[in-house]
């Protein structure tokens, strides 16, 4: 397990760089061949590369800007140290805000429904976050609990709490937690999950992910949008997708952000999907009207 597929002299070509490389091209020819994107009105291929390449810029200002915001303890002695994308620190909610946010300013200067926009990004976008976590995986990073963690701690969320009785106790002790999953890795020492852990086997937290996200782009591209929603349903019925499957993989990530004690993920989940109920109860009103 490394970071780079290849390195020459000093040029790495890292996995994770290159996840998003083939997610933004691959999400560009999924657009391309959307036709029901086509009958709403997008029918100019350059537009779809424009608003591909405006998402990526917005999605990684926002990824950053979120979560700078939720561990701004890291930067506040040294503040120019948020620029330093490249030292790690991007957060998919903030990603997907800052995305929406891109996708009002792109759609009010190119005169593009706003809705129509969304509904034919969010499928493309769940496989790039299904790619990208592959990126994840090679980098040692976005990682689960140790596998011996009872499940009442994952369930009830206070894993860190009983990290530190964990370690507390003497080696008899520790011996009565049993291995819950066969399929745990043991990541190298030089990557941020084996930092945290050494020589633990851990919740690949990452692949979970990454399978979910194949299955929800799996239902969203071929199932939900093959019924032709009201425009902006399939985008609630992304929120509400990603906002269970975040919410799911979250119990048993070791290292997600917090606000006011809470995980951020849980959240910000669970508004993404109240949200989306009531935006798809707000469409089907405007359809019946």
Known sequence: MRPYLFKIGSFELRIYSLMYIIALFLAIYIAKRDDIAKKRGIDNLKLIEDFAFNEIFFGLAGARLYYVFLRWDLYQNAPLDALKVWQGGLAIHGGIIGGIIGAYIFSKLKSYNFWVLTDMAVGPLLLGQGLGRI?????????GVPTFTPLSVILKGNFNSWWEYYNS??????????????????FPS???????????????????????????????????????????????????????????????????LYFMGIKAPYIVSILMIVVAIIGIMYFNRKKAK
């Open 135 to 143: 990126g994840n995986l090679a980098n040692g990073e976005i990682h």
């Open 190 to 256: 030089n990557t941020q999950a084996g930092i945290e852990f050494p020589n633990y086997a851990l919740h690949p937290a990452m692949i979970y992910e990454m399978i979910l996200n194949f299955i929800g782009f799996y239902l969203i591209w071929f199932i939900f949008r093959k019924k032709e929603y009201k425009v902006g349903v399939l985008s609630m019925i992304y929120l509400i997708t990603y906002g269970i499957i975040r919410y799911i993989v979250s119990m048993v990530r070791a290292e997600d």
């Open 169 to 186: 106790l003497d080696i008899l002790a520790r011996a009565k937690f049993k291995d819950l999953v066969p399929w745990g890795i043991v």
